[in-house]
């Protein structure tokens, strides 16, 4: 089978399903259809690249050229095959579950929703498939763009100062990568991504070295949610339950540390980041956002709240893999992307459950709630163990592997950051669970029952997958192949 | 010094007149004022051409027969004149353009004062 | 034979318009728009045809009237030329197809002159761009100065006193560009700008160049609104007719700037402009502020089409920038932003028709969300060209800024480069604030007739949503363009 033209398909599909979806706007049952079928079409022609990525090998397509020598060019490379397993697989899954928190909340304007998350997700496999920084600077401002609706959706006050809070951080750092891309080409005259850098050694020295990847990391850091220029994302909590599950589990913040790996793996490359200490500036950075974002975690009252701080701190986990700038630290890495959109999925589609169901959306209202949303709850705690890092949820493996990859570069420090920040973790996220089990609920749950099924069962699916994944990373997807050959292929 | 300064009269003339016309412009009040001081900023660009193709002791450029191309230096220099003929028709065309706005504004207002004009803006 | 007529059949074209328009129109005033159209799409087409006659770099040179140059004027068609005329050319048909319904509306009665003076407006611009004599520069700048006025002073009630003040401001600028043309007459003796670059190496050192090089860009500055000289441009945008400001607004900086580009990078050439003084780095500076100046004072706004004059302050200097940057990659984004900004700025203005003419007020702090229902491909034309002016990939202003970025790196001017990045965000602050409005402010009223479809007429939709695809058409194909562009960067650059 010529797989050629998979890449842009899986591209355009859910572009193609934007206008169906805005001409079927007054029946929702057909609108839905629209949404559903792009996913599964889409699911499965990223599946279909999976063979190319075990292979270690990379499927090129060359559009045409956007400027002189800089084509828009899309480049199905195993890195980018894995991210877009995930991404697609989750909006599947999110689809479902969307239509369920959707109709049950009796939301507006939903066709619009839909339509934006179509175009957010057309973006981000974009994002996965970039063949080179101009590409990839032009999906990531799409999806900047196609979330904004998404962010101040409810057009409450708070939604919509959040909406501006999000385009400043976020059009910024567009704005800094369009520099350092600038300055990239004027250095090494080309943009395409190399694994292992695309930047010749020689062209520059040590202090536009640390300006260039600064102006990078502001430019990626700020979707990858990096303190101090993570404060969009909890403020972005305003928007609807399965836009913070997808977007700021899946989709936004992982675009970001996805372009984190880029670019440190495929603009820089480990050698050069090695050269000039660049991989110090990234580890102290993710260290202290892991630590910060945990402490600042416990302070929170309102579930999604928590949850986004939890995020700011494991997106870290991800930069901090790929600052170890070794293979073991890198397929961490990558795999802590898969492992954090399952785990996080799982507990943000809770957290819709439980405001959906019940119109709670503080941990302190939470007691006993588990006797009413057994399913829900035991989901949510599957999710939580995983974050906290045990066995057998596949947080745990990712996190295995961080911590063997720091050692392999025989470093401490970030093996220690990684444990305390397991501990803060239970520290968390355990009172909720205890509330939910062991506290005594009120008597306003009596006529409550579970979920619709629409959100029961894909909050069940991921739950389950992230144990499946915690068991054998192989299995189905061979996510754990991928993240290995996407990694060794730096080196 | 004083070679210099006598020897460039007629610069100094259009400077003067330059100053004159930007005078009116920025500080009258009036507008029908203003439009004249245009008028003479650009009469004094006129002068500044007209000056640059004067020569001593040299005629009007008039070809008359048995003339040479050699004794070129025995006539004033043509093309600035001609120049200057166009630039008088869109002298006059800016002015007749800037009257005609006047009178659009007057027959609103009722006033050419530019201070008067800012207030019942406001 | 017609193609070695083309530099002198284009302008014309909209000379011959004009009398046609003048005659008919007079006599039948509904006749106006139509022959005006004509003679325009007829000025379009051929300007087509020339365009790919000297795409390949080529240049078409005609001697007016048989006089040889130096002594005869010349025209110079060559792919910089063509490229601008067509440019201008293309918006000024859709803002006149545009302008049925808004003629009929807002000048009743005066159709007929009003059409002529277009025709007459776009037969200075043309001249302007072709023209290869300065003094013929001159005369063709001026009558698309007047005829500008006159438009400007079709408007509200306040239009006459900006057409009025502008008339002042322009002609002391027209005047300094003709006192500074008369600087150079003096050293060189020529008045032909090809044959005047090859003499002025030997006489750079003579003050009086430098002073006539100085006199030209001041003069030609106001024209372009080069900050701090830009003070007429915003009132004669906001107060003149919807279809005069969409008509104008979009090309008429455009010319003079292009205008500078000849003068600075053709004339002189980036070896001998900053000889006497640093002219490039002074012309950059204002350049940069005016960014930022007509950023600001475009967020400050209340008034939509005040808005947009003061963005085109601020778009006009990422041209001058782009000139003053004396680089390939500065020259590809300041020819790429002159369509650029030429179909954004079209689109925003018309945009601005559309709700004048429907709404009767551009008024921000009134719009909410029944606009985006009562009129949703206009807004969506609005969306495009907004999210485009901030600089958003794939529409079309994000590849001017792109090529303007890698110049400025290229000369290692961060400071300059810092400039377009925080334009970029300014200009996302003020049209994120309409845009919030249009799709998010809830409206007043409940009444069933805020929220029914009441777009405007099709000749007004369809020229306004075609501007607006052609944003992004042209980001995605931009290749195609630079690589006409590249040919015609002058040599030595």
Redesign the interface.
Same mark, same amino acid.
């Given at each position: 089978m010529n797989l050629t033209l998979v890449p842009i398909l899986a591209v355009l599909v859910s572009l193609v399903a934007v206008p169906l979806i805005l001409l079927s706007a007054r029946k929702p049952n057909l609108r839905e259809f629209w949404t559903i079928a792009a996913a599964v079409v889409k699911f499965g022609l990223v599946l279909t690249l999976i063979p190319t990525a075990l292979e270690g090998e990379s499927i090129r397509y060359v559009l045409w050229e956007i400027a002189p020598d800089l084509p828009l060019a899309l480049n199905a490379d195993p890195l980018g095959i894995f991210f877009a397993v995930i991404a697609s697989g989750l909006w599947l899954l999110t689809s479902f579950y969307s239509i369920g928190y959707m109709r049950g909340h009796g939301e507006v304007k939903q066709t619009r929703y839909f339509a934006s998350f179509a175009i957010c997700l057309s973006s981000t496999i974009g994002v996965a498939f970039s063949a080179n920084l101009l590409t990839f600077i032009l999906f990531y401002e799409m999806l900047t763009i196609a979330t904004y609706p998404l962010v101040i959706h409810s057009e409450t006050d708070k939604a919509i100062a959040a909406g501006r809070k999000y385009l400043t951080y976020t059009l910024t750092a567009g704005l800094l990568l369009i520099a350092a891309a600038g300055i990239t080409y004027s250095l090494a005259g080309t943009l395409t991504f190399q694994a292992g850098g695309l930047i010749p050694e020689g062209v520059m020295d040590q202090s536009t070295a640390i300006i260039l990847f600064l102006l990078f990391l502001g430019g990626v850091g700020v979707k990858a949610g990096l303190i101090p220029i993570h404060s969009w994302l909890p403020s972005a909590m305003a928007a609807p339950t399965p836009v913070s599950a997808l977007l700021h589990a899946v989709a936004v913040v992982k675009s970001g540390v996805f372009g984190v790996i880029r670019v440190v793996g495929f603009v820089f490359g480990p050698s050069m980041m090695m050269d000039f200490g660049l991989d110090q500036i990234l580890i102290v950075a993710a260290g202290a956002t892991i630590i910060l974002a945990s402490l600042l975690a416990f302070k929170q009252d309102n579930l999604k709240l928590r949850l986004a701080y939890s995020t700011v701190g494991h997106l870290s986990y991800i930069v901090l893999g790929a600052a170890l700038l070794t293979p073991i630290g890198f397929t961490g890495s990558i795999l802590h992307i898969s492992a954090h959109a399952t785990m996080k999925i799982t507990l943000f589609f809770c957290a819709g459950a439980i405001a959906v169901n019940l119109h709670k959306k503080n941990i302190s209202q939470l007691d006993g709630i588990a006797s009413v949303m057994p399913w829900t709850m035991a989901a949510f705690t599957i999710g939580s163990l995983g974050l906290a890092g045990f066995p057998p949820v596949n947080g745990f493996v990712s996190k295995w592997y961080l911590a063997y990859g720091s050692l392999q570069g025989d470093m401490l420090i970030p093996v220690l950051v990684l444990v305390f920040s397991g501990l803060l973790n239970v520290g968390y996220f355990f009172p909720i669970i205890k509330r939910a089990y062991f506290h005594e609920g009120g008597s306003e749950l009596d006529n409550h029952s579970e979920a619709s099924p629409f959100m029961v069962v894909p909050l069940t699916i991921t739950a389950v997958a992230s144990i499946i994944f915690g068991i054998a990373p192989n299995l189905f997807l061979h996510l754990f192949d991928m993240a290995s050959t996407a990694a060794t292929s730096l080196f | 010094m004083t070679d210099f300064l006598l020897g460039h009269y007629a610069y100094w003339f259009t400077i003067l007149v330059l100053a004159v016309g $930007?005078y009116g =412009?920025l500080v009258k009040r009036n &507008?029908v004022k203003?439009t004249i001081g &245009?008028s003479i +900023?650009?009469a004094g =660009?006129i002068l +500044? +051409?007209v000056a @640059?193709s004067t020569k001593w002791n040299a005629s009007v450029p008039i070809k008359v027969k048995g003339s040479h191309v050699s004794e070129a230096a025995n006539f004033m220099n043509p $093309?600035?004149q001609t &120049?200057m003929l !166009?630039?008088i028709v *869109?002298g006059v065309?800016?002015i007749g *353009?800037?009257l !005609? $706005? $006047?009178i659009? @504004?007057y027959k609103?207002y009722e006033t050419l004062d530019e201070e008067e004009?800012l207030e019942k +803006?406001q | 034979m017609i193609v070695s007529d083309l530099p002198v059949l284009i302008p014309l074209t909209f000379l011959v318009s004009a009398l046609v328009v003048t005659l008919f129109g007079f006599w039948k005033e509904r006749w106006g728009y139509p022959l005006a159209v004509l003679g325009t799409l007829l000025a379009v087409c051929l300007s087509l045809y020339g365009f790919f006659q000297v795409m390949d770099g080529s240049m078409m040179r005609y001697e007016v009237g048989g006089w040889a140059p130096p002594v005869g004027i010349e025209f110079v068609y060559d792919t910089l030329s063509a490229f601008i005329v067509l440019v201008i050319n293309s918006v000024a048909l859709i803002a006149l197809i545009h302008s049925r319904v808004v003629g009929k509306t807002e000048f009743p009665g005066k159709r007929g002159g009003y059409y002529a003076v277009a025709m007459l407006l776009m037969f200075g611009f043309n001249g302007m761009v072709i023209t290869g004599d300065l003094f013929n520069l001159y005369v063709f700048l001026e009558i698309s100065s007047l005829s500008s006025y006159a438009l400007i002073a079709i408007g509200d009630k306040k239009a006459p006193f900006a057409a009025f003040r502008y008339l002042l401001i322009g002609t002391v600028g027209g005047s300094l560009y003709l006192l500074g043309i008369g600087f150079l007459y003096v050293v060189t003796g020529t008045l032909n700008i090809i044959d005047m670059s090859a003499m002025l190496p030997q006489v750079i050192d003579n003050s009086a160049v430098i002073g006539g090089l100085i006199l030209m860009v001041l003069g030609i500055g106001i024209k372009a609104a080069l900050f701090p000289l830009h003070g007429w441009l915003p009132d004669s945008y906001t107060h003149a007719s919807s279809t005069s400001s969409a008509l104008i607004a979009p090309i008429g900086t455009k010319v003079a700037a292009y205008v500078v580009l000849r003068i600075m990078l053709y004339l002189f050439g980036d070896q001998l402009v900053d000889i006497g003084l640093p002219v490039t780095s002074i012309v950059g500076a204002l350049a940069a502020l005016g960014i930022l100046y007509g950023s600001i004072m475009a967020m400050a706004q209340s008034e939509l089409k005040k808005m947009l004059a003061y963005s085109s302050v601020s778009q006009i200097g990422y041209v001058i920038m782009g000139i003053s940057l004396s680089n390939p990659f500065g020259f590809i984004g300041a020819v790429l932003h002159i369509l650029n900004h030429a179909l954004m700025k079209g689109t925003l203005f018309l945009v601005a028709g559309n709700l004048r003419e429907r709404e009767g007020h551009t008024n921000i702090l009134k719009f909410d969300e029944s606009y985006r229902k009562k009129y949703p491909w206009t807004m969506a034309a609005f969306t495009t060209a907004a999210l485009s002016m901030v600089g958003i990939p794939p529409m079309a202003g994000f590849f001017s800024k792109w090529y303007l970025a890698l110049g400025t790196i290229q000369n290692s001017n961060w400071l300059l480069l810092a400039v377009i990045l925080i334009s970029s965000l300014l200009n996302a602050v003020y049209f994120f604030r309409v845009l919030e409005k249009v799709y998010m402010r809830s409206s007043a009223s409940e009444s069933t007739s805020d929220t029914e479809r009441q777009e405007v007429v099709p000749s007004m939709l369809w020229t306004t949503t075609i501007a607006a695809a052609a944003l992004i058409i042209v980001g995605l194909f931009n290749a195609s363009i630079v690589a006409v562009i590249q040919h015609m960067i002058p040599a030595g650059l």
């Open positions: - | $930007l =412009i &507008l203003k &245009l +900023f650009q =660009i +500044f +051409f @640059i $093309l600035p &120049l !166009t630039a *869109v065309a800016t *353009v800037a !005609t $706005l $006047l659009a @504004i609103r004009l +803006f | -």
